[in-house]
């Protein structure tokens, strides 16, 4: 995003729609109004499916409370915003190829809010091999509990505690990932995700797409465990694993 911060001369690179209004106040991007805020980068068009990370500094001041930040398809994010200044994150998984765009929107009627030292970059998956087509990246412990099927999956079968891995060395205390993944079946039990053997993502026993976002505070190896929460027998696949990038204070998305 260009011209993240609002200190001098007009807001490049950003279209205001929707029946609103916008000034610049103490250095401060005010919108007033039910609106769309549009930010446009340079550059070649996001491909469909990129996680998308946006940070920004908001204030909410009168009127709906609630904002949205959105692709304008189908990627949506739901923000309750008060009035003391914080910072806000988020992110949405792209799906508009025609334009590289990103939108920030009251919520539900017409509102008044400042914003400040937005963020957007696309963050890339680390996880080899997440489709699992072939074994290459992942190790199985017990290849009766936990094999690659027909090369398109994971095939889990009564899977119980940790049966496979990947090392992973962006695996570190301190740090913030989002996990996604598909259970493509489930037959019984219930699956999660650790982050160096402590960290699990929510155990899951239905079939779907899932997505946790999960802060290493502690961990006994970089490393991404497969784990049956209980004896677990189903179909994984679609891994991607994401590192939320640490603050800066302006960023150009390019």
């Known amino acids: 995003v ?34 769309t805020y549009t930010g446009v980068a340079s550059g070649s068009t996001k491909s469909s499916g990129a996680l998308v990370y946006v940070r920004f500094k908001c204030r909410w001041i009168s009127g709906v409370t609630n904002i949205i930040v959105s692709d304008n398809v189908s990627a949506t994010s739901t923000i309750a915003i008060t ?13 508009y190829t025609s334009a590289r765009a990103i939108y920030i929107l009251a919520l539900g009627g017409a509102g008044t809010f400042e914003l400040d030292d937005i963020e957007v970059r696309e963050i890339t998956n ?3 091999n997440g ?4 074994s290459t990246g992942w190790t199985f412990s017990d290849t009766n509990k936990a094999r690659v099927w027909e090369n398109s999956y994971c095939y889990l079968s009564n899977a119980l505690g940790t ?38 993502t929510t ?15 502690s961990f006994a190896s970089s490393t991404l465990y497969l784990y049956g929460s ?13 590192e939320v990038p640490s603050y800066s204070a302006y960023r150009d998305w390019e």
Do not use: C
Not at 203 to 217: C, E, I, K, N, Q
């Open 203 to 217: 155990a899951r026993g239905t079939a779907g797409v899932y997505s946790d976002t999960l802060l290493v505070t």
């Open 126 to 128: 680390s996880v080899t």
């Open 83 to 95: 009035n003391e200044e914080k910072t806000y994150e988020t992110t949405i998984l792209w799906n």
């Open 131 to 134: 489709t699992f087509a072939g």
């Open 163 to 200: 049966v496979g891995v990947q090392s992973r060395p962006e695996i570190q205390l301190g740090r913030k990932f989002i996990i996604t993944y598909q259970l493509v079946s489930v037959d019984a039990g219930t699956f999660s995700f650790s982050l160096g053997g402590i960290n699990f």
């Open 230 to 242: 209980t004896t677990f027998t189903g179909k994984l696949d679609n891994t991607h694993l994401y």
């Open 2 to 35: 260009s011209q993240s911060r609002y200190n001098a001369g007009s807001a490049r690179r950003w279209n205001y729609s929707g029946n609103a209004t916008t000034s610049l106040v103490s250095g401060k991007l005010r919108v007033q109004g039910n609106a």
